[in-house]
């Protein structure tokens, strides 16, 4: 059985304090269950602790750890306090809080990343800013026939290995009192790549691949009645990102990409609810590109950069059960396909099912297990929120 990818999410049992002398409530005043929310909103320094777990074939098993952290004021703690008091998911229904992320992981074949990263709105979500970054090398096998130029003509894997430090941030301001928002995106990014099959890398430093900058600017549109950001019951969001990457502003190949991507949630019975989110991806370049560029298709169950192509759509639904106000069980589906030059077509599909505990119940932030089948792949995910 071969297991996949990177995966994160809170730990549902671990519990601690930052400063010795106080004590804090590791029990929902409600239900009395187990319950995070509390030493979130009250000790200055508390963070959700999540685990990073790394099952990905392409680069062994590994496992990291990262932190959380929620930043409110003390009037935006006792708002939150007081709704989740009097409703059980009042306090998930109030405008999430600014929040802050950063971690480390590694696995057995020496692929490592350390990232950092900040999300912050203002004004009543009227503007949204996230900001990201991180360094790392990355071991990973690549299924492609690099534009045909390898010997034996088709789809071939080889090993890879990519030295990169990358930073994002993204910008949007909402139109009026609408759902919707538009916004500007950055990325910047630095690698060095290379192979142990010699003529891979030969290529690569033939073609100049082994040593690359990319730097884009894209516009972002948003339209989102999610009713939470962390666990949805309801709503749905949809996304577009058009980016371009060129040498105008840094980059050295000049390509552009396309993203379209939605979810949506949709309460079916009392404790019945459906899950569905849709995805494409497209690149457009006359230059030769470096094989972790192209979109893949993105599905648990399915590996990393498995299946690649200039153009990559998928689409899957999870069917949720709540068997009461912490524990949802789950099932999945999901299919993609791949498009290259030639209008070749790969069509690849994943299956499996789950479960998420509603760990801070004052933020709404829920966090479970999947477990993920496909042809090629068994895959286990620990997550954070709903999976898709």
């Known amino acids: 059985m071969t297991m996949k990818r990177q995966i994160c999410m809170p730990l549902l049992a671990l519990s601690f304090a930052a400063d010795a002398s106080a004590s804090f409530d590791f029990f929902d005043p409600v239900d009395q269950r187990f319950d995070m929310g509390n030493y979130l909103a009250e000790n200055a320094y508390g963070f959700l602790p999540v685990p990073i777990l790394i099952t990905e074939p392409a680069v062994g098993y590994?496992?990291?750890?990262?932190g959380v952290f929620l930043h409110e004021s003390e009037m935006e703690k006792e708002q939150r306090k007081a709704q989740a008091l009097s409703?059980?998911?009042g306090g998930a229904q109030l405008l999430p809080p600014a929040a802050t992320v950063v971690g480390a992981l590694g696995t057995e074949n020496g692929t490592w990343f350390a990232l950092a990263g900040h999300r912050r709105t203002w004004g009543e979500d009227k503007v949204r800013y996230l900001v990201g970054g991180g360094v790392g090398e990355a071991k990973?096998?690549?299924?492609?026939?690099?534009g045909g130029v390898l010997p034996g003509g088709g789809s071939v894997k080889f090993d890879t290995e990519t030295e990169a430090a990358v930073l994002m941030q993204t910008l949007q301001v909402r139109i009026g009192s609408t759902p919707m928002l538009l916004g500007v995106k950055q990325l910047f990014s630095q690698s060095n790549l290379s192979s142990?099959?010699?003529?891979?890398?030969g290529f690569f430093r033939l073609t100049g691949l082994d040593r690359s900058t990319n730097s884009g600017l894209g516009l972002v549109a948003t339209y989102d009645t999610r009713n939470n950001i962390f666990f949805p019951t309801s709503g749905f969001q949809l996304n577009a990102e058009y980016m371009v990457h060129d040498e105008a502003i840094g980059a050295d190949y000049d390509y552009q990409t396309l993203l379209l991507e939605g979810e949506g949630y949709l309460p079916l019975a009392e404790r019945w609810s459906l899950a569905m989110a849709g995805r494409y991806?497209?690149?457009?370049s006359s230059e030769l590109l470096p094989p972790t560029v192209n979109p893949y298709i993105h599905l648990r169950g399915i590996s990393m950069f498995r299946y690649q192509g200039e153009q990559v759509g998928s689409v899957q639904a999870q069917l949720m059960y709540q068997l009461d106000n912490r524990w949802t069980l789950l099932g999945f589906y999901g299919i993609g396909q791949t498009r290259g030059e030639?209008?070749?077509r790969e069509t690849a599909d994943a299956y499996g099912g789950g479960f998420r505990y509603q760990i801070a119940r004052r933020y709404g932030i829920h966090m479970g297990v999947d477990l993920a089948f496909s042809d090629s792949d068994t895959a286990m995910y620990i997550t954070f929120g709903t999976g898709l």
């Open 281 to 284: 991806e497209t690149i457009h």
């Open 87 to 89: 409703s059980f998911d």
């Open 62 to 66: 590994g496992f990291g750890v990262a």
């Open 196 to 201: 142990s099959n010699p003529i891979v890398d």
């Open 342 to 344: 030639g209008s070749e």
């Open 140 to 146: 990973l096998d690549i299924y492609t026939d690099l």
